[in-house]
């Protein structure tokens, strides 16, 4: 990175960044501006980014080293929620939270000579949200889903170079988008809006924010010591750490105990039991009344009535989660796929928006203000350098490691722009950004092209999916740094810097948590994002013929399912919250019963909190939630590590 594109915090004024301060306490331009592109701009550029851009600090080192550590940090919560139970979370909020409160501590203390400043802030938060996100989803589906399919993981060094030139595409494919949806047409990007507003809450109301960050690292804490007690003894019993053992009067321990005379172990082979686990219990109350209900009663129709029916006629013969899963999954990924898909069909008009938007902003007139915002806007030219060595890397490395056709690496790259485009747009519009319905477009797609590959056809998929999702990610961050008055290009260049140690992070954990594939599909990691990208590879390369009749029937109901839950939220806006989500009840289908509860339980206690104390409700529901969540992942991937630690070093040094 070079040096001129840094700000150096020391020239920043203390009262710059106080809470107390006026820079910090304007009016997010949430509404948007009015008028032809260049006016829009020139509103911009005069009533938000002067006096605020062009002369606050944001690009420091301090901001752009915080902000990868924490997210290579909170990486590791997605990476064991996403092969737990196939969900993410993004981590700028969460990021910028404990960024504020770490720097004010070390200014308090005076190991800092200045405040964070509100931009500096939104800078460590895009550099958090590369490393954090966009680089371990992938992971946790395609990547997963080929160890899944091959008795051999890739070697280090490749995923290493797969993962980062995946983030390298995703990150640069956001470039030319980013104008022309943000600065002209003004497409809201929610979560972007959530995070601009955070950050102004935090330097504006400098009491409040602290105790949302007190109350953030309480529960964490708890949350770490807690996973501790359940997994922990175990570890302590191998080191012989006492005399006598302690795994017996760990909470895992104490469960299966209770859960025997319980339910019974039939029952449990059905994963029908009770689990503790704060994590999901957090997870559902951010996830919401209505998913997490959808979970539960899909989780419930699967585990408690389809598997003992399916078991008493002989059809499941096995009784431990591996063996039944292997049934279920396929009315459960097909619900999914076909949800996906038919929602991302549905967004034709969003489709022909994108493009005619992409079209209107390359012809726009040159004028005064477009010419200043080309000043501080990301060239186009960073685009198309890092979207052609992105391509030869990965064609490269497809040829090399999969002997994949350098003409499929070619149609993957510009399929990724035409698809990022429009998740782009549907996550600036409704906030949701389609990665599985993006993945599984693609590997039907390239399924037709090349059939018969079921690794060829995963990996071809992955490009396309991966640099979509990201790129949609990265944009939400974007929409901050707009509604703050950053310079795009200083944002852009702590999103790019990001990808470095969220690349090495993400890619060592999780060799680390999945050295072989046998882990997938357990009880410790279910993995059902891996699970349903396998399924489709699989189904594309044998064809539907091959599947025992049971797994065929529940492929074609699952599909009406996932078809018919959408088109009733469509048909009936009004009760759409009411209806089923179709990612939710298929997604139950794909791992353990008391995952659902759990997430249901969590969102009760969610749903509890914001009617009884709705002012409470908004200061610490989701502080309390992320901390629990960061906690106790955290210390769950740091047992894993001291059980697996001299392995992962063997396999680093030997290059495997």
Request: some cysteine; charged content about 15%.
């Amino acid at each position: 990175m070079p040096d001129e594109d840094l700000d150096t915090p020391l020239r920043v004024d203390a009262n710059t960044s106080s809470p107390s301060s006026p820079a910090n306490d304007f009016e997010l331009p949430i509404a948007g501006f009015q008028g032809t592109p260049e006016e829009i701009e020139r509103q911009w550029f005069e009533q938000v980014y002067k006096g605020r851009g062009d002369s606050m600090a944001q690009l420091t080192w301090r901001a752009v080293l915080m902000g990868s550590a924490l997210g290579g940090v909170l990486s590791l919560t997605n990476l064991y929620i996403g092969l737990k139970a196939g969900w993410g979370f993004g981590v700028a909020i969460t990021a910028c939270i404990l960024s504020y409160s770490i720097w004010t501590g070390f200014f308090k203390l005076g190991l800092a000579k200045t405040r964070m400043t509100i931009l500096e802030n939104n800078c460590m938060q895009s550099a958090a949200s590369s490393a954090g996100y966009s680089t371990g989803g992938t992971l946790i589906s395609a990547f997963a889903a080929y160890m899944m399919l091959n008795p051999e993981p890739l070697p280090i060094p490749i995923m290493l170079a797969w993962i980062f030139f995946l983030a390298v595409m995703g990150v640069t494919m956001a470039i030319p988008m980013k104008r022309q949806m943000i600065n002209v047409e003004q497409l809201r990007f929610p979560s972007g809006i959530a995070a601009a507003e955070t950050l102004q809450a935090l330097h504006s109301h400098g009491e409040k924010a602290m105790r949302a960050a007190k109350a953030l690292g309480i529960a964490g804490v708890l949350a770490g010591l807690n996973q501790f007690w359940a997994d922990g003894p175990r570890f302590l019993d191998k080191l012989k750490f006492v005399d006598f053992p302690l795994e017996p009067y760990s909470i895992s321990s104490l469960i299966v105990r209770m859960n025997e005379f319980v339910f019974g172990k039939q029952w449990m082979g059905r994963t029908v039991q009770f689990e503790w686990d704060p994590v999901f219990l957090a997870a559902g109350a951010l996830t919401g009344l209505r998913v997490s209900s959808s979970m539960i009663l899909g989780g419930t129709l699967c585990w408690a009535i389809y598997v003992p029916f399916m078991q008493q006629q002989g059809v499941i013969q096995g009784s431990g989660f591996r063996d039944v899963v292997q049934w279920t999954l396929w009315g459960g990924a097909a619900c999914m796929v076909a949800s996906g898909l038919f929602s991302f069909a549905m967004q034709w008009r969003t489709m022909f928006r994108a493009v005619a938007g992409l079209l209107k902003g390359f012809s726009r007139k040159e004028g005064k203000t477009v010419g200043e915002m080309d000043a501080i806007e990301t060239p186009m030219s960073w685009f198309l350098a890092g979207q052609l060595v992105s391509l030869v890397a990965l064609a490269w490395l497809a040829k090399v490691t999969f002997d994949m056709p350098l003409w499929q690496s070619a149609i993957a790259v510009p399929l990724a722009f035409l698809l990022a485009l429009v998740a782009c747009r549907v996550t600036g519009e409704t906030d949701t950004t389609p990665v599985g319905a993006m993945g599984q477009t693609t590997q039907l797609i390239f399924g037709a092209i090349n059939p018969g590959h079921a690794t060829l056809t995963l990996m071809s998929a992955n490009i396309t999916a991966a640099a979509a999702g990201s790129s949609a990610d990265l944009l939400t961050d974007l929409k901050s740094g707009y509604l703050l008055g950053a310079n795009p290009r200083k944002q852009f260049l702590a999103q790019f810097s990001g990808i470095f140690i969220g690349t090495v992070v993400t890619v060592l954990c999780f060799r680390v948590m999945v050295p072989d594939a046998s882990v997938l599909g357990s009880k410790q990691f279910p993995a059902p994002s891996a699970q349903t990208w396998r399924a489709v590879a699989v189904v594309l390369s044998h064809g539907i013929t091959t599947l025992h009749p049971v797994k065929a029937w529940s492929l074609a109901i699952g599909t009406l399912v996932g078809i018919l839950l959408p088109l009733l939220s469509i048909l009936f806006p009004k009760q759409q919250k009411w209806i089923p989500s179709a990612a939710g009840f298929g997604l139950a289908w794909t791992f353990h019963w008391y995952y659902s509860l759990l997430f249901f339980l969590g969102a009760i206690i969610g749903y509890g909190f914001e009617k009884k104390t709705p002012k409470l409700s908004e200061e610490y529901l989701f502080p309390v939630a992320s901390g629990i969540i960061a906690g106790g992942s955290l210390m769950a991937v740091v047992v894993i590590f001291c059980e697996n630690g001299p392995q992962m070093i063997r396999q680093l040094f030997s290059g495997g």
